[in-house]
């Protein structure tokens, strides 16, 4: 054979060796990453309910959204009745009874009913109950009672304020009252009276004077279940109205970590006729909300409509106090209720914002409701649009993570409580799971694994990708768990330590249980006995060594 054949031959060879990885990676770019066309068939079906849909959203948006994760994960996913145990349980508030006719808040069978997730959490009434706020921050965040008004349950104020000499002492008669002022309690000598768990502004009544407070007691039927707090006159306002942000805060607890996030549009609600000081005991002037606001107006679009905001100042301090809300919400010991393994809860702040740019947070709501205000032109269209970004901002920041489907995205504030992945909190903020089918080609390219994803023993939505977010976004390994359940890890030699190891293994675990939570038999996930390495993360992790097949094995519990 001549030189000149041999060249050509090699450099056939050397065509031919070229195309073949083109078309590999092609094939597994299309089938596994981002841009894949059509997913492999799903053998994994998992179900959900929707109970309730009167809070305002469009709830075909959210059924939508099911349907395209469906698409692109694999996951046959499966609306069931709420009488049923599903995976995700959504319950949306009003117009429930009980069988003693008592109104409820959520269905009643959405109470009892078990799911692996809900939307739903306990222990929140440090920051729900208005009597409680102000005390919650200056337990837990002290630096943040700036951003709360000077506020006194009924007790403190009658009890301590009075009883300090701030107010003519003995009986107060209508001589005394219309005297006493509330200077000596509120440096502006102006307060607003709330009804505990009042709503949508009701129970709420601005007053200036002790005849005042005594008058608006009797009116609201407070006895101690309210508060007195200090009432703001240097209201920025917008078109010359006062307002309030409604921000909504995402807050989740997921195997003893707590996160908190914030979603990026706020409502403005405003009063019903233009700012004036004076004339205090007017609701159209002095109190904001949906039934007051005539014109929508949304946030941050609308900053340009308000007088005197400087964008990036405002923007700023928003940042820092949306930071320290979290703070306080995520370290104020919300818990699930035992009928599911993980919660998390929508919550409606509304928050006042001083002239010299300053939040105030006024309070907190459980059921924040997300109906008509503004005007009747453009709202189909508008809460559309709402209802796709409020969704789509809790499937990615909890409900797809939780599940292994998507990402763990960054939060405002991660708290470490109590709960199996509590030990390996710090390590999960670093080091993240990217799940191979929302894998982008840049992060599939970056692995060097990509001749593993061809094994056909291997279900898509079972493979991830192991990320070091405080590097440069580097690809350091894999794990995936086989079809009959065997736990596979590969992480490149200067990340091989048992805590980043450990910590993904305990995560996929969790991520296997709540995929299986309504199976007949739920899953045991195993580890051949074959190095000391796995072998003493298995122990760690609770494993138990099955003698007979040689091999160590983990149970959902």
């Known amino acids: 054979m001549s030189n000149f054949t041999q060249i050509v031959l090699f450099l056939l060879l050397i065509i031919c060796i070229i195309v073949a990885a083109i078309i590999i990676n092609i ?43 469906a698409a692109h ?100 008669g209508e001589a005394h009252l219309g005297k006493a002022h509330l200077g000596k309690a509120f440096p502006k000598g102006l307060a607003i009276l709330k009804k505990n768990f009042s709503c949508k502004q009701q129970g709420v009544l601005v007053i200036a004077s002790m005849s005042d407070y005594h008058n608006a007691k009797k009116e609201l039927e407070i006895k101690e279940d309210g508060i007195i707090s200090e009432y703001i006159i240097d209201p920025l306002t917008i078109k010359g109205k006062k307002f309030h942000l409604r921000i909504y805060f995402l807050l989740s607890n997921i195997s003893g970590i707590t996160r908190c996030s914030t979603h990026a549009e706020y409502r403005i609600l405003t009063a019903k006729e233009k700012y004036k000081h004076g004339d205090w005991l007017n609701p159209d002037i002095h109190i904001s909300g949906g039934h007051n606001t005539e014109i929508r107006y949304i946030f941050p679009d609308d900053i340009d409509k308000m007088e005197n ?168 390994g894999f794990i995936a768990i086989t079809i009959d359940f065997y736990l596979k890890i590969a992480i490149i030699e200067e990340y091989q330590h048992r805590g980043i190891a450990t910590a993904m293994i305990a995560q996929i675990i969790g991520i296997q249980c709540a995929r299986n939570y309504t199976a007949p038999h739920m899953p045991i996930i195993k580890i051949k006995k074959k190095n000391e390495f796995l072998n003493k993360i298995a122990i760690k992790l609770h494993f138990i060594y099955n003698k007979n097949k040689r091999e160590f094995e983990r149970r959902c519990q």
């Open 73 to 172: 994960s694999g996951i046959n996913w499966i609306e069931k009745p709420v009488s049923e145990k599903v995976n995700i349980s959504f319950g949306s508030f009003g117009g429930f009874f009980n069988k003693k006719s008592n109104k409820l808040n959520l269905s009643p069978d959405f109470y009892k009913q078990s799911a692996s997730i809900k939307n739903v959490l306990d222990g929140h009434s440090g920051f729900i109950n208005k009597t409680e706020l102000y005390g919650t921050f200056k337990r837990l965040i002290p630096n943040g009672i700036k951003y709360l008004p000077i506020t006194y349950t009924i007790r403190e104020f009658e009890r301590t304020i009075l009883g300090e000499g701030a107010f003519p002492k003995g009986h107060l």
């Open 309 to 476: 905001a400087d964008r990036p100042t405002l923007l700023e301090n928003l940042s820092h106090f949306n930071h320290t809300v979290c703070l306080a919400l995520a370290s104020s010991g919300v818990k699930n209720y035992p009928e599911s393994n993980a919660g998390y809860q929508m919550y409606g702040a509304d928050v006042l914002i001083t002239k010299d740019l300053t939040p105030m947070l006024i309070e907190i709501n459980k059921h924040p409701g997300y109906d008509q205000y503004g005007q009747n032109a453009g709202w189909p269209e508008f809460i559309t649009k709402f209802s796709t970004n409020l969704f789509q901002f809790i499937l990615s920041n909890v409900v797809f993570p939780y599940f292994g489907l998507y990402r763990q995205p960054h939060s405002m504030v991660e708290f470490i409580g109590n709960g199996a992945l509590s030990p390996f909190g710090s390590i999960l903020q670093q080091y993240k799971l990217i799940p191979i089918t929302y894998a982008t080609k840049h992060e599939i390219a970056a692995s060097k694994y990509l001749h593993f994803y061809n094994k056909s023993s291997y279900e898509p939505y079972n493979i991830f990708l192991i990320e070091d977010e405080k590097t440069t976004n580097d690809i350091i």
């Open 27 to 69: 094939r597994v770019k299309y089938k596994y990453g981002g841009s894949q066309i059509n997913p492999p068939p799903s053998s994994m079906s998992m179900s959900y309910t929707i109970s309730g849909e009167g809070n305002g959203l469009d709830y075909s948006i959210f059924r939508k959204m099911f349907e395209e994760n």
